[in-house]
C-alpha cells in the first residue's frame, strides 16, 4: 500500500476515507451451430461473481481496491474452475480517469467491436493488467491501455498489448478509431521453431449517431477500413502481411429490441488463421473470409439499476456458409457503504 501510495502521489489523510463494499455477477450462456469453417462450433456456459472493497478518499478522487473474481461453469466437476484477483489503484476527477494495477475489462469506457476484440476474450479474460488512461469531455472520449498478459519466465512467453479506444462527436456526426498492438516474444528457455509474432489490427470510422430517429430510441451508423499489420518472424522473409478491407456497422435500438448488422468485404485478416485465435488473434476469425455478413438480435428481458438480463441471436454468413448463435447474459450488481469518515 505505501509503495502504491508514494507511486501514484496520494497525499489524502489516513481519517478521510470511505470503505465501500460490491459484488458484481456476470453469466453467460452462448452456444454457435452451423459451418464451421472458420470458427468451431461450441458452447460457452458460466457465471462469474465479483465480491470487492473500495477504500475511497473524502473527495473520491482516488481510490484502492481490491477483489476476487470465481468462475463457475456449470456441467464441470469443479465449483470454481477459475479465479482471478484485482487489486488496483483509480484516480477519477472531472475529464480524467487513472487506473493502475489489474483490473475489471468491463471497467473500459467502451467495449471494442467484436472484430476486434470478441465475446470469447471477455468471457474467460475479464481482468487487464497494466493501466488505462480515460479523458473524457461533451464530445467524446479518448482511451489508452496496456495489458501485461505474459511477464517473461522459462514456460511462459513474454506478451502485452497496448490499445487505444476513442469516439468523439459534432451534432449527429461521429468519428472514431479503435484497436490494438500485440507483442508475442520468447519464453526465456525456447526452441529453434519459436519465435516473436507482431500483430496490429485497427478500425478507423465516420457515421452517424441520433436518438430518436421515427420509431427508433437510437440510431447508430458508422462506416470505415479494417486494417491488419501481422509478422511472423520465423518466416523465411519476415514479410508483413497488411490485409484492409471495408466494414459497415448499423445499429438501431426500439425500447428493449436492439439490432446490430455488420458487413465486411476486403482481404482476409487473420493471415496466419485459426492456430493463432486467443494468442494474438483476439477478434472473431469470420474477418479471415474475404466477406461476411453478422447480424445481431438481442431483446432486454429484464432490466433496472442493478439488473441487465438479455437473450440475443447472432447470425454469421461467410464464404463458408451460415453459422447461428443462441445467447444469454446476466449482470448483477449489489452494494454499499461500510464506513464513512465524516
Not at 185 to 194: G, H, S, T
Request: charged share 25%; proline share 2%.
Amino acid at each position: 500500500m505505501a509503495a502504491l501510495t508514494m507511486t501514484v502521489g496520494t497525499t489524502q489523510q489516513v481519517h478521510a476515507q470511505k470503505l465501500d463494499w460490491q459484488i458484481d455477477s456476470y453469466g453467460f450462456f452462448d452456444n454457435t451451430e452451423g459451418d464451421n469453417t472458420y470458427r468451431k462450433d461450441m458452447t460457452h456456459f458460466g457465471l462469474w461473481v465479483a465480491p470487492q472493497l473500495s477504500v475511497t478518499s473524502k473527495n473520491e478522487r482516488h481510490s484502492v481496491n481490491a477483489s476476487y473474481a470465481a468462475l463457475t461453469e456449470p456441467g464441470t466437476k469443479d465449483i470454481v474452475s477459475k479465479g482471478k484477483p484485482f487489486l488496483y489503484y483509480k484516480y477519477d476527477h472531472k475529464d480524467l480517469r487513472f487506473i493502475f494495477g489489474s483490473f475489471p475489462r468491463r471497467m473500459m469506457k467502451e467495449q471494442m467491436s467484436d472484430y476486434i476484440i470478441c465475446d470469447s476474450v471477455r468471457y474467460y479474460k475479464p481482468e487487464i493488467g497494466g493501466f488505462d488512461f480515460l479523458y473524457t469531455n461533451d464530445n467524446g472520449h479518448l482511451e489508452m491501455f496496456l495489458d501485461w498478459i505474459g511477464l517473461q519466465q522459462d514456460d511462459v512467453r513474454e506478451q502485452f498489448m497496448v490499445g487505444l479506444n476513442t469516439r468523439f462527436r459534432h451534432g449527429i456526426l461521429q468519428w472514431g478509431a479503435e484497436g490494438y498492438l500485440y507483442h508475442y516474444a520468447l519464453r526465456k528457455v525456447f526452441d529453434e521453431n519459436e519465435f516473436i509474432h507482431d500483430y496490429l489490427t485497427a478500425h478507423a470510422y465516420a457515421g452517424i449517431e441520433k436518438e430518436q430517429v421515427g420509431i427508433f430510441d437510437k440510431l447508430d451508423i458508422r462506416a470505415g477500413v479494417l486494417m491488419a499489420a501481422d509478422r511472423d518472424r520465423g518466416e523465411i522473409n519476415r514479410k508483413w502481411h497488411l490485409p484492409i478491407g471495408f466494414v459497415a456497422d448499423v445499429y438501431a435500438q426500439w425500447k428493449r429490441l436492439s439490432l446490430l448488422q455488420t458487413f465486411y468485404a476486403g482481404e482476409r485478416q487473420q493471415h496466419f488463421g485459426n492456430q493463432a485465435f486467443g494468442k494474438y488473434y483476439l477478434g472473431e476469425t469470420f474477418t479471415q473470409s474475404p466477406w461476411y455478413s453478422h447480424t445481431d438480435i438481442n431483446y432486454e428481458i429484464l432490466k433496472d439499476k442493478q439488473l441487465s438480463v438479455k437473450a440475443g441471436m447472432k447470425f454469421n454468413l461467410t464464404d463458408g456458409g451460415l453459422s447461428f448463435r443462441q445467447c444469454l447474459t446476466l449482470s448483477y450488481t449489489i452494494g454499499g457503504r461500510l464506513y464513512d469518515a465524516k
